[in-house]
């Protein structure tokens, strides 16, 4: 017997039942070795036959498939390190569904100066989002930086807004400079207004806003001298002109929109509007209120009480809105903050810095800032975190937040 029909031998009785016997085991053996003998020469001959055809069709035109591309990855920070580390960038965001995202944020390629930061271009220059489970990424086909006109104050940040269920992204897109919706739980974007009939929209960042249940989107003109509001239907894109003012806050679904004047120093009343605009009633305020935390959704989801903060912003006065009256004056721990969503009756959501900013030690080393979302009880005045905390470095830097709802 040869050693390696021996050793072929071996290894059939090691995985072969107990049964089996070395005569069938031999026999098997033959066996297999003759079907080699057979099959090998035919399958080399019919490989050969395949490229001879594969070669006859590429003669004819036919072109070779070309390689999938496959998406660069995104970036995933470990807890407690920096989001934007130097020399780092984060693939795109995929076109079709994505997870919720809850932070996004601008650092402007690191650049220090306003003239530097309106001017910023590429990759570094977009925005980048955050998703739930930590991933990263850059959203490619939207504008960071806007300049409306040269050498102008308003030129800045486009604007950015996530909805409250972290499933939908406002934001202008580079490629047109129009503000589109995104949904990422299919990926696609509607286009906010007409080019040529309806409201138009402002051609300086305006503040954006979704509604609490992420259905309609305010956008507020940035334009000096032209405080207006308008409101957008997220799944048509369609825009509705409110009255003039700055948007204080809607209700859950924005049935009811309240409007009034921040910069004013003269007592002006609220005003309460209907989606289409219609102006339902006007709401003279008590004179220690003063409206602050634009921009922001000071109605309760109830749309019977308006939240605003103090002059010392550590303690929330809640208005009666059906009256404009003060009802209570309730201290705030941290603060009152901006009111951008809410989880409750008498809960919404804020943001805090939970270790402050740090100041750069040497003359190139560039701030950190970290930002956490919060809870707020104005039952009780305490607040609790909400999800992770976001680090980043940045000289100026913009940041959202939603997703708290996820």
């Given at each position: 017997?040869?050693?390696?029909?021996?050793e072929?031998?071996?290894?059939?009785?090691?995985?072969?039942p107990?049964?089996v016997?070395?005569d069938?085991?031999?026999?098997?053996?033959?066996?297999?070795?003759?079907?080699?003998?057979?099959?090998?020469?035919?399958?080399?001959?019919?490989i050969?036959a395949?490229?001879?055809?594969g070669?006859t069709?590429?003669?004819?035109?036919?072109?070779?498939?070309?390689?999938?591309?496959?998406?660069a990855?995104?970036?995933?920070?470990?807890?407690?390190?920096?989001?934007n580390?130097?020399?780092?960038?984060?693939?795109?965001?995929?076109?079709?569904?994505?997870e919720?995202?809850?932070?996004?944020?601008?650092?402007?390629?690191?650049?220090?100066?306003?003239?530097?930061?309106?001017?910023?271009?590429?990759?570094?220059?977009?925005?980048?989002?955050?998703?739930?489970?930590?991933?990263?990424?850059?959203?490619a086909?939207?504008?960071g930086?806007?300049?409306?006109?040269?050498?102008?104050?308003?030129?800045?940040?486009?604007g950015?807004?996530?909805?409250?269920d972290?499933?939908r992204l406002a934001?202008?897109?580079a490629?047109?400079?129009?503000l589109?919706?995104r949904?990422?739980?299919?990926?696609?974007?509607?286009?906010?207004?007409?080019?040529?009939?309806?409201p138009?929209?402002a051609?300086?960042?305006?503040?954006?806003?979704?509604?609490?249940?992420?259905?309609?989107?305010?956008?507020?003109?940035?334009?000096p001298?032209?405080?207006?509001?308008?409101l957008a239907d997220?799944s048509?894109?369609?825009?509705?002109?409110?009255?003039?003012g700055?948007?204080?806050?809607?209700d859950?679904?924005?049935?009811?929109?309240?409007?009034?004047n921040v910069?004013?120093?003269?007592?002006?009343?609220?005003?309460?509007?209907?989606p289409?605009?219609?102006?339902?009633?006007?709401?003279?305020?008590?004179?220690?209120?003063k409206?602050?935390?634009v921009?922001?959704?000071?109605?309760?989801p109830?749309?019977?009480?308006?939240?605003t903060?103090?002059?010392t912003l550590?303690?929330?006065?809640?208005?009666?809105?059906?009256?404009?009256k003060?009802t209570?004056?309730?201290?705030v721990?941290?603060?009152?903050?901006?009111?951008?969503?809410?989880?409750?009756?008498?809960?919404?959501f804020?943001?805090?810095s939970?270790a402050?900013a740090?100041?750069?030690?040497?003359?190139?080393?560039?701030?950190?800032?970290?930002k956490?979302?919060?809870?707020?009880d104005?039952?009780t005045g305490k607040?609790?975190?909400?999800?992770?905390?976001f680090?980043?470095?940045?000289?100026?830097?913009?940041?959202a937040?939603?997703?708290f709802?996820?």
């Amino acid at each position: 017997m040869s050693p390696h029909l021996h050793e072929a031998l071996h290894e059939l009785a090691e995985g072969a039942p107990r049964e089996v016997s070395a005569d069938r085991v031999l026999a098997g053996v033959h066996r297999r070795r003759r079907v080699r003998l057979i099959t090998v020469p035919s399958v080399a001959a019919a490989i050969a036959a395949a490229i001879l055809i594969g070669a006859t069709l590429v003669g004819r035109g036919t072109e070779p498939a070309e390689p999938i591309e496959q998406p660069a990855p995104p970036l995933v920070t470990e807890p407690g390190k920096i989001l934007n580390p130097p020399g780092v960038l984060p693939g795109p965001l995929p076109s079709g569904m994505v997870e919720p995202i809850m932070f996004a944020f601008l650092d402007h390629c690191r650049k220090q100066s306003l003239e530097e930061t309106t001017s910023v271009s590429g990759d570094c220059a977009q925005w980048r989002v955050v998703g739930r489970s930590g991933k990263q990424w850059r959203l490619a086909d939207g504008i960071g930086s806007m300049v409306v006109k040269p050498d102008d104050y308003m030129s800045g940040d486009a604007g950015m807004a996530i909805s409250p269920d972290g499933l939908r992204l406002a934001y202008y897109r580079a490629a047109d400079r129009r503000l589109v919706v995104r949904d990422l739980s299919t990926g696609k974007a509607t286009l906010i207004g007409q080019r040529t009939t309806g409201p138009q929209l402002a051609r300086a960042p305006g503040s954006l806003l979704f509604s609490n249940d992420g259905t309609r989107l305010a956008v507020t003109s940035g334009e000096p001298g032209q405080r207006r509001t308008l409101l957008a239907d997220v799944s048509s894109g369609a825009l509705t002109a409110l009255p003039s003012g700055d948007l204080i806050g809607f209700d859950q679904d924005a049935s009811t929109i309240v409007l009034g004047n921040v910069w004013s120093r003269k007592e002006k009343p609220l005003v309460f509007a209907a989606p289409d605009g219609a102006v339902r009633v006007r709401i003279s305020l008590d004179s220690g209120v003063k409206l602050t935390g634009v921009p922001g959704n000071l109605l309760s989801p109830d749309g019977r009480t308006l939240v605003t903060p103090s002059p010392t912003l550590d303690k929330a006065v809640l208005v009666d809105a059906h009256t404009g009256k003060v009802t209570s004056v309730r201290p705030v721990r941290g603060g009152v903050g901006a009111v951008l969503a809410w989880a409750g009756p008498t809960k919404y959501f804020s943001v805090r810095s939970p270790a402050g900013a740090f100041e750069p030690r040497g003359r190139n080393d560039i701030p950190t800032e970290e930002k956490r979302g919060a809870i707020v009880d104005l039952a009780t005045g305490k607040f609790t975190y909400r999800g992770p905390t976001f680090k980043f470095q940045a000289w100026q830097s913009t940041v959202a937040f939603g997703g708290f709802l996820s």
